[in-house]
């Protein structure tokens, strides 16, 4: 939906969250307000929405969180506070609709109790099987295997495995009592386990591939899904080891229409404006930070060489985190963590992430996008494009000062976490949307205040 795969437990939880602040909005305003039923119910929306979209800023509807309950609760208090902040101000734009101040620490203070009793409460019900897909995997191979190492919580919360159906023509890497009996037609296998989804695994597809007992399962309205658009929906990221170029050509996604471009160029214009406004003040700090630690001759922009839409070469604007003589051998190299060459200033700006705030200009010449892929430098696009396959189909969209990858992975400094980002990459080109680039924004939100990734 909008481009993006949304788990069922945490969409629940979103609207059951949603009702539970939009009451105490209005709970709170009766107790502490006389406003008119009209002016009641506006208030508790744009207060109510205000905190919704706080908190998944504050990452509580990531299926990456695994914060325990104090850094839950943690969260939750700042994204009703920064959330009623944020709605009384656009509140206060209408004299008739302004709340008090009585009425907003009062909406803060039963806010705040009721989402904190609500997540503890149903903290384990979104991982309920009831939940899950039941699914059925056919294969007992190596691709089979892939479905057993998705071991981590937030990677099962949308599907339950029930058992394996062995293929004849495979080596078996799936345990024995993981197994279920081939004796029986696929279809009665499925119908008696209650089994929502059929997942083909196979290693070789070419060798006694089930085809009556897919269709028959297909008829009695039981799904069937290929492993890659499975491994693709449940962890957010497209797999470079079992992809296939027919997978990209005929599949769903990996469209660009028309509608599509000029969304991104509305959005990218009336985003970089608005945070352009915002962070003028933050940037001449940072240009006088600058000039403090290394004098008043020293320059403060870097441009660098970064390959951009088509493969196309452009300079990148950045604030000068580094010694001027960070590369004085002329060679290209990653940056690592505690690197040397960063200085004192160029540390915490790296660290919030102000650094890539003159990238704002990039985007409004048009050179990058607000969310995309990120853009790297061409002696590493040539090294990668040579030794990882599908490198270069990051470039069909532009590069962005955020992306998928970004939230979904921390900084990467070899050709290993180029080729780790580059799944995720590729999952943003396949389904980007202008819904998934505003959650993508968001979302970067809880990346800049926890300082995730930063070198």
Known sequence: MFGHYWQLGLVLLWILESTVIFGCCVLAFRWFGGADAGTLWLQAFVLATSVMVAAIAMGLFSRRLRDRTVGVVLRIGVSVTAGALLGGLLLYISPDHRPTWTEILGFVAIGLFSLTIVRLVTHGLIDEDILKRRILVYGSGNNAARILALRRRNDQRGFKVVGFIASASEDRMIPEDKLLSRDVPMVTTAADLE?????????????????????????????????????????????????????????????????????????????????????????????????????????????????????????????????????????????????????????????????????????????????????????????????????????????????????????????????????????????????????????????????????
């Open 195 to 455: 089994i929502d989804e059929i997942v083909m695994a196979m290693d070789d597809r070419r060798q006694q591939f089930p085809l009556k007992d897919l269709l028959d399962c297909r008829l009695a309205g039981i799904e069937v899904i290929e492993l890659a658009s499975f491994l693709e929906r449940e962890t957010g990221k497209v797999y470079l080891d079992i992809l296939i170029p027919s997978w990209m050509i005929f599949g769903a996604g990996f469209r660009r229409d028309v509608l599509r471009r000029y969304t991104e160029a509305a959005f990218d214009l009336a985003a970089s404006f608005a945070l352009l406004l915002i962070a003028l003040p933050v940037m001449a700090i940072t240009v006088l930070a600058i000039k403090m630690e290394e004098g008043i001759s020293a320059p403060v922009l870097y441009g660098q060489p970064r390959v951009g839409y088509g493969g196309r070469v452009f300079r990148v604007l950045k604030f000068r985190s580094m010694r001027v003589d960070a590369e004085k051998d002329g060679r290209a190299r990653w940056a690592t963590a505690n690197d040397d060459r960063v200085t004192r200033v160029g540390r915490f700006i790296r660290k919030v992430r102000i650094d890539e705030l003159p990238q704002l200009f990039n985007v409004l010449a048009g050179r990058m996008s607000f969310v995309g892929p990120r853009p790297e430098r061409p002696e590493f696009v040539k090294e990668l494009n040579e030794k990882i396959p599908y490198y270069d189909v990051r470039h069909a969209v532009k590069p962005g000062i955020t992306g998928w990858a970004q939230l979904c992975y921390p900084y990467g400094a070899s050709e290993q976490d180029a080729t780790e980002k580059l799944q995720y990459d590729l999952y943003y080109v396949k389904n980007h949307s202008l819904v998934f680039d505003i959650l993508i924004l968001l979302q970067t939100v809880e990346v800049i205040l926890f300082g995730k990734g930063a070198r």
